[in-house]
């Protein structure tokens, strides 16, 4: 149990956390003409999963304001696999590239981010998708596709417990999980990004809500998990990336 003081101190520090730090002097390793961190993490895979970006059989829900009225946290699924054209929807809506910005400077996305950082990558946890075999994959953005990462003894309970035992999402299609890689950020902001990095996110949620309503799936945020559970199941180290956000998705 934490002591009062360190709990008061702690709160006192997160408050402060929230507030702009714009306006305070420093250099950034951008100023210092660092090189700039690689824009996405590059697949591992020689053998990756392109996704197609061709949408019009995925449409369900095409008013946006209908789209906007009915959105809603869903935690009961049906039992129904979602199809690779639902998917690849959600993740282009979510983290795909328009465009990218200079010399390699910065990628354009459907969602916004401070400084357009970007600094999220993007995974999977696909217990039933059509042409999927059950395991974690890896978004990459650049090309539109999938790497598969690793398949897991015991996936959906394993994924469950990492969830803080919130039952419910083991009975989803596809669990995303967002992972910060902050370097990407604090590369120009050190005292702003870890804020900016969390605003962000709630953008890249937001859209896969509507997202969601659009093609006929259904999705709740997720903070509660257990950070070492999930970041040791995405394999991801949990100081240079690691999880802040995740949502499981199915057929509603
Ligand atoms: C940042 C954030 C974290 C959340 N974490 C969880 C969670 O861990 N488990 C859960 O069941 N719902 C979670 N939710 C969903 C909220 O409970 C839900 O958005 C809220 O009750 C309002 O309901 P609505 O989204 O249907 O309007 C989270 C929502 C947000 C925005």
């Not at 259904?218 to 257990?226: K, L, Q, Y």
Request: glycine share 6%; net charge negative.
């Amino acid at each position: 149990m934490e002591n009062i003081q360190d709990l008061k101190n702690k709160i006192k520090s997160y408050r402060s956390f929230m507030k702009s730090n714009f306006g305070v002097e420093y250099e950034s390793d951008q100023q210092k003409q660092m090189p700039q961190p690689p824009l996405v993490k590059h697949a591992v895979e020689k053998n990756i999963i392109m996704l197609t970006k061709d949408f019009s059989s995925v449409i369900k829900e095409s008013n946006f304001f209908t789209i906007l009225e009915d959105r809603k946290s869903n935690r009961v699924f049906k039992n129904e696999s979602i199809t690779i054209e639902q998917l690849s929807f959600l993740l282009w809506t979510t983290q795909g590239i328009k465009d990218i910005k200079g010399d390699n400077y910065a990628t354009e996305r459907l969602v916004p981010s401070g400084g357009a950082r970007h600094p999220f990558e993007t995974y999977l946890t696909v217990f039933n998708v059509e042409s999927l075999e059950k395991g974690i994959y890896h978004y990459l953005p650049m090309e539109h596709a999938l790497e598969f990462i690793a398949s897991v003894d015991n996936f959906e309970e394993t994924v469950v417990d990492s969830l803080n035992g919130q039952k419910w999402s083991g009975k989803s299609a596809v669990v995303f999980f967002y992972c910060a890689v902050p370097y990407r950020s604090e590369w120009r902001y050190p005292l702003e990004a870890h804020k900016l990095i969390l605003l962000d996110a709630g953008h890249v949620m937001q859209n896969l809500y509507l997202s969601c309503g659009a093609v006929g799936c259904g999705t709740c945020a997720v903070a509660a998990f257990d950070q070492k559970l999930v970041d040791s199941l995405l394999k991801l180290d949990g100081e240079d990336e690691f999880v802040i956000y995740a949502a499981p998705v199915g057929v509603i």
